[in-house]
């Protein structure tokens, strides 16, 4: 599965972005499709996550703030960001693997670019 992910930038402390992952020539059928977000210095982070049937479980950090959908043709995963603050600013990846879910990234097979997120404070 190619990904590809984009709508990174830079917003204010209290703001939103929204990013996306798509998927290449074929649909996330079968796929957990996770997001993963690395500061400077600092291990790869997990996000959230999304299955094919749209169950979504998030990282403590996040939860309550992001929330992970994906659109009815099955082939982009968005991650809403609200309520934004400076410690979530990081590259965020997306990433999908075959089968059940996890919070390791260590255990995904397939990765999209990195999305820059700059929260100003």
């Known amino acids: 599965v190619q990904l590809q992910a984009s709508g990174g930038g830079l917003v204010q402390a209290g703001g939103s972005l929204r990013l996306s992952c798509a998927a290449s020539g074929r649909t996330f059928k079968g796929y957990a499709v996770g997001w993963f977000r690395q500061a400077p210095g600092k291990e790869r982070e997990f996000v959230g996550v999304i299955m094919w049937s749209n169950s979504t479980w998030y990282g403590d950090s996040v939860k309550g703030r992001f929330t992970i959908s994906k659109d009815s043709a099955g082939t982009t995963v968005a991650l809403q960001m609200d309520r934004l603050k400076p410690e979530d600013t990081a590259d965020y990846y997306c990433?999908?693997?075959?089968?059940?879910?996890?919070?390791?990234?260590?255990?995904?097979?397939?990765w999209g670019q990195g999305t820059q997120v700059t929260v100003s404070s």
């Open positions: 990433a999908a693997r075959p089968g059940l879910w996890s919070p390791n990234a260590a255990h995904y097979d397939f």
